[in-house]
């Protein structure tokens, strides 16, 4: 749960980015923008996750540790973010004439459940090597 709520903010912080810079930026590359608001919502997630979604993981941790992890985080959902966001938002905007933000939500609702499988198995995994918390 904790980690749809998360999610759900993300999606509040990469439209309202997506937004943001392409009315106050006429004419960007609509791949630069989506760039722009995925890189944005991921460090927001990254932030919350960290203090909140897998606390039991990242308590006690080092500066070195998260920045192993934003790292890690960034490798795998930021690039599966980007990649899928970008790709999906151009093509749906270019090719079906789909309005920016709606396509933007569609690519951000594909990526979704393999952002969750990266996140929880390399991102934040568990801080026994191998072993996985509770519950999973």
């Known amino acids: 749960m904790k980690f749809n709520a998360v999610s759900f903010a993300g999606i509040g912080v990469q439209l309202l ?3 943001l810079v392409t009315a106050a930026w006429k004419g960007i590359d609509l791949r630069l923008a989506t760039f722009l608001a995925v890189e944005t919502a991921i ?3 990254f ?3 960290e203090i909140w979604t897998w606390r039991d993981r990242t308590r006690n941790s080092h500066a ?3 920045l192993v992890r934003l790292l890690r985080f960034n490798l795998s959902t930021g690039l599966l973010s980007i990649a899928g966001n970008v790709l999906i938002t151009d093509a749906l905007v270019r090719w079906a004439g789909w309005n920016i933000l709606v396509a933007n939500t569609a690519a951000i609702c594909l990526c979704y459940v393999a952002n969750f499988c990266l996140s929880h ?3 934040f995994r568990h801080p026994k090597a191998g072993s996985l918390p509770e519950g999973t």
């Open 17 to 19: 980015a997506l937004y």
């Open 43 to 45: 460090l927001h997630n």
């Open 47 to 49: 932030a919350w996750h």
């Open 64 to 66: 070195a540790a998260r």
């Open 121 to 123: 198995w390399f991102a």
